[in-house]
């Protein structure tokens, strides 16, 4: 019976090795594979092990964790709730983080590269440091201007977005977008009131999760004038140069004419540039980008980032929220040739043209920063988790310099004017040059107009200060002047605390 | 160390006794071996603690040194019962069981509040509950050490073990559902909040019954009659009673839904016949019962369902966890990732996730502890468990009469076989199977049958490597009148 007990010894090792071969399989081979499954919630536990660092805007946290008693043992808070939400995002347990939350993930979590340092002291010394916190470079009182200005607006509009930059860094001072939400129930431990707070959220006819400022395109109206006045001051038209106007006009090969929103705008044959700019001459552009051509509108307008689907406002040369590329449509017939109603209609921003209110900033900073246009950014500092080791130190960078300094020059005097003289005065702070264009699109038929306002402020040297967007969602009648309202607000807001601190 | 000393001057020359050269008890080498085991243990607990409490509390060492006197106490018995069984056998199931105290201990940290994790009693949660189960399997092995003195003395009882092994086997079947089912397996005996796993004890019962039977009819059975592609074949009518053994696991697979059960006693069988009759051909019949019989369940669950259903569920599962891997397949999906998350090293004891997986405490608990002690970690669990079936075998290999031959042959592949179609299913190299991690998972009756089992290999080796004092006598003295004359005892004439 020797010889069977022996060879049962040997069918019994090769099982063993038969095991052990699977484990090697599965522990090695597939290891990855299983170790970032999607129905692995080991890694996201495990992410609850350690403190995620707060999200901080001028020494306040508005986004932070405190311990709990549960399996997960750190709870993700918003204190500001609705204000911050479209910068901050949010961290769920069950669902896709986005915002900042996503962006600086890996050092809230504390698992980046850069902390790695942390977490091999942390062998060591057996205490658990906490993740990293992320500076934003939000100004707390613009913020918080322009989110109560947005949500009290004098027109009665429920959508709409707010968003300011520092023209000289691209630093965001505040963004805003209408209606928003509030993150903590979506961050609940209780997966299943978090799935039920979400979808009620996605549900919502209003779009709250939408990031309007920056993902989400409107018709610009009047404020993309402020493109074509560009190409036309580049093409030999200065601004005082007279074009021609009139009360209607009416392309070629297009039965319909266009009209200014009033008889009293421009009913001259011919105003200067600057007038046109100021009363927002509806005829006088058209007639100007017809002039023009579609290829150097469509330039100009690309100079000044339309077309760009690549940008993102997060982190410098990193991730960030991702924006959506601003339209200027096609304005050309199916044989290539410029189609003159498109054209006409483009130049006033109607028609297929886009914008969100992220370009309207990005135009209104770079005209105001002598025209250099710098990327714009939300990660202002990176700070370890024993808040004294900076990681990152945001350097700002040109993105694209859209019009040359002379041109900037004159922008900017033509939009002091419609500030001063024109359809922008209620932008106006005392003490600061601002400068801005009004916007007025027509929507969908027989719905109310958007309300648009870009513009700018300079200090006593001319130094800008702030550029600011405002878009109004379907506002009505009086929309643009009450976006400009709004954005004199939050441009005083910005100058007394400028952010970044 | 006078047993040691003693007999180390006779030495043994019995024909079939390789490998054993010296007559040598080893107990010494045991002791030391079983303080290392438990010094293991002590410090996974110590690391354990240092995980999940992020300090080692000042009694850390109490689990281990509990368990440590419980072993030590065994050890003792073995001194004076069984001087001469294999040294290595009860270190090595010491360290799997203290391992799997230290394991269930880990969970019931991780369930506790946070407040009351570093004072948590010892014989508290499921790892105390294992710990009380540990000492009480414990003193039953000891038990059955000191009631039989020689292995052959089973023998005398192997038709009440056989009826008695077919009756608790029967049991769950026919038992109400909501007495005996537990997770879609009925293989339970559940009273109160009180159940037992009666299969866990049938097991061995069976193969002493298998032992005595096959010795006594090993001369039929190995007959062979034709000869087909290099083969014997045995003839047709003494196929009956292992036609009868693959019905019994058939209908376990059926009524109970247990796959791993039905093949852990078809496999038992198969292998004690093969060791008796050297015949491969029954393997070969035993291997095409079984295969046939599982694809024909796996067909039948696909077209007809009712009592096949489960199985075919639990088969296209094995096929692709990841189809329904939410709910069908969550459990194994779980376990995958896992052992998959430990990777090579594991997260550490203590600093895996084990609370995810379903079941952890029994079927998974081998991969709960694959995510904290990773490939290494396991792959080191698997030389111990080789080590005992190895060392189970070898006392089979030297054992002198058959019935223990055959006894321990076939206990030492049953546990071996356990084990592969237990870790085999959780690791989704063959369909999973409600099957207990031998001296591991929680539970009473797995964990006290396989104490049985190892005292009944601690006393078959004992008897292997006892030396023989003076003729027949040592062979006389203990068991008396029937289990000698088993060896030699009558078989049927065969008539050709």
């Known amino acids: ?501 | 160390m006078t047993a040691a000393a003693t007999p180390a001057a006779s030495p043994a020359t019995t024909g079939e006794q390789p490998g054993v050269r010296l007559a040598r008890s080893r107990r010494n080498a045991e002791l030391s071996l079983l303080l290392l085991a438990m010094a293991l243990v002590a410090a996974y607990g110590a690391t354990v603690e240092a995980n999940m409490l992020d300090t080692v509390t000042s009694d850390f060492w109490m689990p281990a040194a509990a368990l440590g006197i419980v072993f030590i106490g065994l050890h003792l018995v073995i001194r004076f019962l069984a001087p001469f069984a294999d040294p290595a056998l009860l270190p090595a199931v010491a360290l799997l069981n203290g391992l799997g105290v230290g394991f269930l201990r880990r969970l019931d940290l991780a369930d506790a509040a946070p407040a009351e994790r570093e004072t948590l009693a010892i014989f508290a949660g499921i790892g105390g509950r294992q710990l009380a189960w540990t000492l009480a399997s414990v003193i039953l092995a000891a038990g059955l050490l000191a009631l039989m003195r020689d292995h052959r003395s089973l023998s005398r009882y192997a038709y009440t073990l056989g009826l008695a092994g077919i009756v608790l086997v029967m049991i769950p079947a026919v038992l109400p559902r909501r007495f005996s089912e537990i997770n879609g397996a009925k293989l339970w005996i559940r009273v109160g909040g009180f159940s037992i796993q009666p299969g866990e004890f049938a097991k061995l019962a069976l193969l002493a019954f298998f032992a005595y039977y096959l010795v006594r009819k090993r001369e039929v059975l190995s007959l062979a009659s034709r000869r087909f592609l290099g083969i014997d074949f045995p003839r047709g009518r003494d196929l009956g009673p292992v036609v009868v053994v693959w019905l019994i696991s058939l209908m376990v697979l059926v009524f109970e839904k247990d796959l791993g059960t039905s093949l852990l006693y078809f496999g038992m069988f198969v292998v004690t016949l093969y060791i008796a009759t050297e015949r491969v051909s029954w393997l070969l019949i035993g291997l095409v019962l079984f295969f046939g019989g599982a694809y024909l369940a796996y067909v039948l669950g696909e077209s007809v369902g009712g009592p096949f259903a489960n199985f075919y569920l639990r088969a296209q599962i094995w096929l692709d966890p990841f189809a329904d891997p939410l709910k069908d397949g969550y459990q194994l999906v779980q376990g995958l990732l896992a052992l998959g998350t430990g990777g090579l090293f594991g997260a550490g004891p203590g600093a895996g996730q084990p609370d995810l997986l379903p079941e952890v405490q029994n079927d998974f608990i081998f991969a709960g502890i694959g995510e904290e002690v990773g490939l290494f970690g396991l792959s080191a669990l698997l030389v111990v468990y080789l080590l005992i079936v190895e060392r189970g075998l070898r006392a089979a290999l030297a054992v002198r009469d058959s019935f223990g031959k055959l006894l321990a042959g076939g206990l030492a592949f049953t546990l071996g076989l356990q084990v592969f179609v237990i870790v085999g299913g959780i690791s989704k190299l063959i369909p999973l199977t409600g099957q207990t991690t031998p001296f591991l998972s929680a539970g009473g009756s797995s964990l006290m049958a396989n104490w049985l089992l190892i005292a009944v290999l601690l006393r078959v080796s004992d008897g292997a490597r006892k030396p023989v004092v003076g003729g027949g006598r040592a062979a006389a003295r203990p068991a008396g009148g029937r289990p000698e004359q088993l060896h030699g005892a009558l078989t049927e004439v065969i008539k050709p």
């Open chain 1, 1 to 501: 019976m020797n010889a069977p007990l022996r060879r049962v010894g040997v069918v019994l090792m090769v099982l063993f090795g038969l095991l052990f071969a699977n484990l090697n399989w599965i522990q090695a081979y597939k290891a990855d594979e299983y170790r970032n499954s999607d129905y692995n919630g080991r890694v996201q536990v495990a992410e609850y092990e350690r403190r995620r660092g707060n999200i901080e805007a001028g020494g306040t946290a508005f986004a932070t964790s405190r311990p709990t008693d549960g399996t997960l043992k750190y709870l993700r808070s918003y204190p500001e709730g609705e204000k911050y939400a479209h910068v901050l995002g949010y961290k769920p347990v069950n669902l896709g983080d986005t915002g900042i939350e996503r962006v600086e993930n890996d050092f809230l979590a504390g698992t980046s590269d850069q902390l790695i340092v942390n977490r091999v002291k942390d062998m060591f010394t057996g205490g658990e440091s906490g993740g990293g916190n992320v500076l934003l470079t939000i100004s707390k009182q613009a913020q918080n201007t322009a989110f109560t200005q947005l949500r009290d607006n004098q027109v009665g509009a429920t959508k709409g977005a707010a968003i300011a930059i520092d023209p000289r860094t691209g630093a965001v001072q505040a963004l805003v977008s209408m209606p928003s939400f509030d993150p903590s129930p979506l961050a609940s431990h209780n997966t299943n009131e978090a799935s039920a707070a979400y979808n009620k959220l996605e549900k919502d006819p209003d779009g709250p999760l939408k990031n309007r400022a920056l993902s989400e395109t409107l018709p610009p109206g009047s404020t993309f004038k402020v493109v074509v006045a560009a190409a036309a001051l580049e093409n030999g038209v200065g601004k005082n140069t007279p074009i021609a106007a009139g009360s209607s006009y009416t392309p070629p090969t297009s039965g319909s004419p266009i009209r200014n929103a009033a008889t009293s705008i421009c009913p001259e044959p011919q105003v200067t540039l600057i007038e046109a700019l100021t009363e927002s001459c509806n005829t006088g552009f058209a007639q100007l980008g017809v002039k023009l051509g579609a290829d150097k509108v469509k330039e100009k307008a690309r100079q000044f980032g339309f077309e760009q689907d690549d940008l993102t406002v997060g982190h410098l040369g990193e991730d960030g929220l991702s924006v959506a590329a601003s339209r200027t449509g096609t304005m050309q017939n199916a044989d290539g040739g410029d189609d003159p109603a498109a054209l006409a209609q483009s130049s006033i921003g109607q028609r297929d043209v886009r914008m969100t209110p992220l370009e309207g900033a990005m135009m209104a900073g770079s005209i105001a920063n002598s025209g250099s246009q710098m990327r714009p950014y939300l990660v202002r500092q990176l700070l370890g988790p024993d808040r004294t080791t900076s990681y990152y130190t945001a350097k700002p960078r040109e993105l694209r310099q859209p019009v040359s300094g002379q041109v900037a020059s004159d922008l900017r005097e033509m939009m002091v004017s419609v500030v001063d003289n024109g359809t922008g005065k209620k932008a106006k702070i005392n003490g600061y040059t601002v400068g801005g264009k009004t916007g007025t699109a027509q929507s969908a038929p027989g719905r109310p107009d958007h309300g648009w306002f870009i513009g700018f402020a300079l200090d006593k040297n001319g130094t800008p200060v702030s550029a600011v967007c405002v878009e109004l969602e379907e506002a009505g009648s009086g929309g643009s002047a009450e976006a400009a309202r709004i954005a004199g607000r939050i441009m005083q807001a910005a100058i007394a605390d400028p952010g970044g601190r």
